[in-house]
């Protein structure tokens, strides 16, 4: 698209310098008929004296000339018209396309999530923020796991103590019902005797 713009412009201004060429060309070729007819004419008491037939010609090949470079110019300006307007269709067609390369960008860098667009960046951040708040909970849950771990031991070894006291406390009991099951048995051995 650039390239296209470019060479309109260097198409324009060569047109340019061609017609600024073409009427240096012109006026030479004028002048020099202007000379010829000047130096061929007769000198007849210090005015010079030119042939009617010479002078026509002149007119008529001026006359040539001149509408020959008004078409020139008219085909000239006629291209440079279109090339002005081709230019300007090329604008348009760049900004365009400028248009359409942005939205596309746009659409590159969006990241749908749950059906909404997210820009890259703060889909990013969305989901560092959930990465970071389930690391949160992992820690608020190995910190409970551990809290209620060391309560569940504390209350395993007061379980087992207990036990212990209880087993110490049943066998105390039971030595205790035996002694008193023996002594009851001893008075009434006693009583019967």
């Not at 002078?55 to 470079?69: C, M, S």
């Not at 440079?80 to 390369?101: G, M, R, V, Y």
């Not at 990241?111 to 560092?128: D, T, V």
């Amino acid at each position: 698209m650039m390239r296209k713009i470019i060479f309109s412009l260097i198409l324009i201004s060569s047109a340019g310098n061609l017609l600024a060429q073409d009427s240096l060309a012109t006026s030479n070729f004028i002048e020099d008929e202007f000379d010829n007819l000047i130096e061929s004419s007769n000198s007849y008491q210090g005015y010079k004296v030119v042939d009617y037939d010479a002078l026509i010609e002149l007119r008529n090949n001026t006359k040539t000339h001149v509408q020959k470079l008004k078409n020139e110019l008219q085909e000239k300006q006629g291209v440079i018209s279109e090339q002005n307007d081709e230019n300007d269709s090329l604008e348009n067609n760049l900004a365009d396309t400028q248009k359409e390369l942005k939205r596309v960008n746009d659409e590159k860098d969006a990241i749908n999530f749950l059906g909404m667009p997210f820009s890259k960046g703060s889909y990013m951040a969305l989901m560092w923020g959930i990465v970071g708040v389930l690391v949160l909970a992992l820690l608020f849950f190995i910190y409970k796991y551990k809290n209620s771990h060391s309560t569940t031991r504390e209350a395993r070894q007061k379980l087992k103590e207990t036990e212990s006291e209880f087993d110490a406390y049943r066998a105390k009991a039971l030595e205790k019902e035996q002694r008193l099951g023996r002594m009851l048995q001893d008075e009434k051995n006693k009583a019967k005797e």
